[in-house]
């Protein structure tokens, strides 16, 4: 509108730009989630055999962070942003307090099913990822009761409505407490990743140079084996 100032709100120029907007909204978001779980799918058999290829290298980026059997993690994970950065804007606004509700009960799934199944590769990854979603299920708690409370002093001023409901008489309680909740729990989930990297730390594996982490055994095409080694009897005999 900046750039035609001749288009005004609630005429039909107007109107067929909105159209037009409305359509590329939905079609960036919803065209990324197909485009990338088709991408995913179509990765299944040869990343589930080992047998990478040119689709699988050039989709790594998708999958090479977590476990094989949840490659396609990174399809759950990006719908979990859509629908916290966008979706819940579909409910209308009278409601806003319903998206809030809606927003916290998709972050408390998502860190059940993080906490539950732990895709990624790395236990550091993992600890990160449900500290984040519980960080951000927090934050979206506090907003809860901030709304509410607002509404209790918006309906009930000058009384004290809100301390008995809510046990906090000023917003600043509610803040400060959140606050230090999320605090807490970053502390605790700092404490429990330096402990889990310890322990990964204790046991002897092989890793790359490169990345610090274990080498992924894939096959190439037509290979059934990783290594072929072959022991003379006669030799190892002699040998002794």
């Known amino acids: 509108m900046r750039q035609d100032a001749s288009i005004e709100c609630g005429t039909e120029d107007h109107e067929s730009i909105t159209d037009v907007a409305i359509g590329l909204i939905v079609l960036w978001p919803v ?20 047998t990478p290829n040119a689709l699988t290298r050039a989709t790594a980026f998708l999958h090479r962070e977590y476990e094989t059997t949840y490659f396609w993690w990174e399809a759950v994970e990006l719908a979990r942003k ?8 579909l409910i209308p606004e009278e409601n806003a307090f319903l998206r809030l509700v809606v927003a916290t009960l998709v972050c408390s799934c998502y860190a059940v099913a993080l906490a539950v199944v732990r895709p990624y590769k790395r236990v550091g990854d993992d600890v990160l990822a449900v500290a984040t979603s519980l960080v951000l299920l927090l934050l979206f708690l506090g907003a809860n009761w901030t709304t ?6 918006e309906r009930h001023p000058d009384t004290e409505e809100a301390a008995a409901i809510l046990g906090f008489g000023k917003l ?17 989930f700092l404490i ?9 730390a204790m046991i002897p594996t ?3 140079a490169s990345t610090k982490q274990p080498p992924e055994l894939d096959i ?7 290594l072929f080694l072959s022991h003379i009897w006669c030799v190892a005999q002699l040998g002794g």
């Open 192 to 200: 429990g990743a330096v402990v889990a990297a310890r322990r990964v």
């Open 31 to 50: 065209g990324s989630l197909v485009l990338f779980t088709s991408l995913l799918a179509a990765c299944y058999k040869p990343l589930q055999a080992k």
């Open 82 to 89: 859509l629908v916290l950065t966008g979706f819940v804007l």
């Open 206 to 208: 092989i890793q790359l």
């Open 220 to 226: 190439g095409t037509g290979i059934t084996w990783h």
């Open 172 to 188: 600043n309680g509610v803040v400060n407490s959140m606050l230090v909740l999320v605090a807490v729990t970053l502390l605790f």
């Open 148 to 153: 509410i409370f607002l509404g209790i002093e």
